[in-house]
């Protein structure tokens, strides 16, 4: 009778330990379950910001290279939607010298802003120098 007690306390004492030991594993796994989610979440957010700045490098070099008359008219203080991403365009003018009869010359600011969701994503800053008849 004290074998067959001695034998339910092994097998109790056996039940209890795969018992832990299973909780454990569960708690385990959904840690690592959390740290792979946490993982891919961060390099798909990555690849986001890497095309939301190439986004805002192709409309940078855009608007440097754009003809003056479009510049102002169509980019200044602007929203384009560009896909899954809203650029936001912006020109201010840095300085400005005065170059006799035909006008003013200047350094103009640009500022593209890539957003998505209206979270900031890529900002671009670059200059460019201008000519203008007048000054805005």
């Known amino acids: ?4 007690n001695h ?10 330990e795969s018992a832990a030991a299973i909780l454990l594993i569960s708690i385990l796994m959904v840690s690592f379950t959390e740290i792979f989610f946490d ?12 095309r939301a700045f ?10 440097v290279n754009i003809e003056e008359d479009e510049f102002f008219d169509k980019y200044s203080d602007n929203i384009i939607e560009e896909g899954e991403f ?6 201010d003018i840095i300085t400005e010298r005065k170059s006799g009869e035909e006008g003013s010359r200047g350094t103009l ?4 802003l890539v957003l998505k969701n209206d979270e900031p994503l890529a900002e671009l800053k670059t200059f460019k120098g201008a000519g203008w008849e007048n000054a805005r």
Not at 1 to 4: G, Q, S
């Open 1 to 4: 009778m004290a074998k067959n």
């Open 7 to 16: 034998n339910l306390n092994q097998r109790g004492f056996l039940l209890l």
């Open 39 to 50: 993982c891919t979440l961060s390099i798909l957010r990555s690849k986001e910001k890497a």
């Open 54 to 63: 190439n986004t805002a490098q192709l409309y940078a070099e855009m608007l």
């Open 86 to 91: 809203d650029v936001k365009t912006r020109i």
């Open 109 to 112: 600011l640009i500022t593209v």
